[in-house]
């Protein structure tokens, strides 16, 4: 596998260490990782951080792990698969609640490029709980998020969040 490119999608908004975790521990399996930015149809309208933030964040998140590269696409994740000539999507699974959705759209992604391979790694148990929306929700309310974010883009986002309330 250490010849093979793989793609790490998600709607990051904003990077966590749950998302972090699959990077890494991706980074170590793979010869090149993307961490690519792309939309959710079901998120649409409820993003805090533009597209060229939420990447500048996971570039300040990812600046250790040197086969990592950081990206956005506005498309079809099975076509972005296509174009990088990558062989595998990576996705981290939490609970049950994330398996029925993560199925389907590898079941999809697989029939729209069936060069493409979805593996998933399961959460490490401290991240289970963990998600972007838990990290805003909280952050907005004067919570600390920062056993939640990389250190490098905390204040980036209690700034932007603190605005929000
Ligand atoms: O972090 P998220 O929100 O769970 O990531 C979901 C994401 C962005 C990876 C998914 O919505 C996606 O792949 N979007 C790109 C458009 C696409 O390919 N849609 C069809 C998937 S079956």
């Known amino acids: 596998m250490n010849n093979t490119i793989?793609?790490?999608?998600?709607?990051?908004d904003p990077i966590t260490f749950g998302h972090l975790?699959?990077?890494?521990r991706s980074a170590k399996m793979f010869g090149?990782?993307?961490?690519v930015v792309m939309s959710n149809a079901a998120k649409k309208n409820s993003g805090s951080f533009t597209v060229e933030e939420r990447v500048e964040m996971i570039k300040k998140s990812v600046v250790d792990i040197p086969n990592v590269e950081?990206?956005?696409?506005?498309?079809?994740?099975?076509?972005?698969?296509?174009i990088k000539n990558a062989g595998a999507i990576i996705k981290g699974l939490r609970a049950v609640t994330d398996f029925e959705y993560e199925?389907?759209?590898a079941l999809t992604n697989k029939k729209l490029n069936p060069d493409v391979e979805?593996?998933?790694?399961t959460t490490s148990a401290e991240n289970m709980y963990l998600s972007s929306s838990m990290v805003k929700q909280i952050a907005s309310m004067g919570g600390d998020i920062k056993e939640f974010v990389p250190q490098a883009i905390h204040d980036d986002i209690v700034k932007r969040l603190r605005k929000e309330v």
């Open 6 to 12: 793989a793609v790490c999608p998600g709607s990051f």
């Open 118 to 121: 979805t593996l998933f790694l």
């Open 103 to 105: 199925f389907q759209m």
């Open 32 to 35: 090149k990782v993307i961490v």
């Open 70 to 82: 950081v990206d956005h696409f506005e498309g079809l994740l099975a076509d972005y698969a296509k």
């Open 21 to 24: 975790d699959i990077i890494s």
